[in-house]
């Protein structure tokens, strides 16, 4: 496969007992990939070291095993493999790649501003990538404050439309805030 885990150590790895704001029925409902089957997005938040790497490449690797497709990549080469694509063979093999993934993880989405041009390019990627693929995004901010990293705050504004219209937002560590008009697949 050629899914790219920056690690792979499987989803067992991932100690529920450790992370008290996950329950074990969420970790069940994640475990059984219905939300791939319908194309929901998960979207994990939380502080550096909260386990949110650890438990998409867990998901992505099981997910595999399931039979689909995966694709892991950082928000950083994310952008720079979409900057570069029109003219790296490699880049453009890596998108195609990805792009004709069932589950893609972005992980550290938003770690910085993004320019108008990287946040066109994101634009345009998520809305080709919207209801065709699943969605894996981990972020130590919350998508109020993504919109906050944007020149073009409509773009953002469009962006999240797309992303949390169909998702499931599971805050690692407890973190205070919450997003609202989520359309929420579990219960
Ligand atoms: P984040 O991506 O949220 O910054 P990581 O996934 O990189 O956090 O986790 C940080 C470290 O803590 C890693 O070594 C990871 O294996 C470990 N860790 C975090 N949460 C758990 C957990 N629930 N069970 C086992 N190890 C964990
Ligand atoms: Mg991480």
């Given at each position: 496969?050629?899914?790219?885990?920056?690690?792979?150590?499987?989803?067992?790895?991932?100690?529920?007992?450790?992370?008290?704001?996950?329950?074990?029925?969420?970790?069940?409902?994640?475990?059984?990939?219905?939300?791939?089957?319908?194309?929901?997005?998960?979207?994990?938040?939380?502080?550096p070291g909260?386990?949110?790497?650890?438990?998409?490449?867990?998901?992505?690797?099981?997910?595999?095993?399931?039979?689909?497709?995966?694709?892991?990549?950082?928000?950083?080469?994310?952008?720079?493999?979409?900057?570069?694509?029109?003219?790296?063979?490699?880049?453009?093999?890596?998108?195609?790649?990805?792009?004709?993934?069932?589950?893609?993880?972005?992980?550290?989405?938003?770690?910085?501003?993004?320019?108008?041009?990287?946040?066109?390019?994101?634009?345009?990627?998520?809305?080709?990538?919207?209801?065709?693929?699943?969605?894996?995004?981990?972020?130590?901010?919350?998508?109020?404050?993504?919109?906050?990293?944007?020149?073009?705050?409509?773009?953002?504004?469009?962006?999240?439309?797309?992303?949390?219209?169909?998702?499931?937002?599971?805050?690692?560590?407890?973190?205070?805030?919450?997003?609202?008009?989520?359309e929420r697949?579990?219960?």
């Amino acid at each position: 496969n050629w899914a790219r885990f920056p690690f792979h150590k499987p989803i067992e790895t991932f100690d529920i007992n450790e992370q008290s704001a996950i329950t074990e029925r969420q970790l069940k409902q994640l475990r059984e990939y219905q939300w791939i089957e319908q194309t929901y997005n998960i979207i994990l938040l939380g502080p550096p070291g909260a386990g949110k790497t650890l438990l998409s490449v867990g998901l992505g690797i099981e997910a595999i095993e399931k039979g689909y497709q995966v694709y892991f990549v950082t928000m950083g080469e994310l952008i720079q493999l979409l900057k570069t694509e029109e003219f790296i063979n490699k880049s453009k093999i890596q998108l195609k790649r990805l792009r004709a993934s069932d589950l893609i993880i972005i992980d550290d989405v938003m770690y910085m501003a993004m320019d108008q041009r990287e946040a066109t390019l994101f634009f345009q990627l998520i809305h080709q990538l919207y209801e065709q693929s699943s969605l894996i995004l981990t972020s130590n901010r919350s998508p109020e404050e993504w919109t906050e990293l944007v020149d073009n705050q409509g773009m953002m504004t469009a962006i999240l439309d797309r992303l949390l219209h169909r998702v499931e937002v599971i805050h690692m560590n407890n973190e205070s805030y919450r997003l609202k008009h989520q359309e929420r697949i579990f219960n």
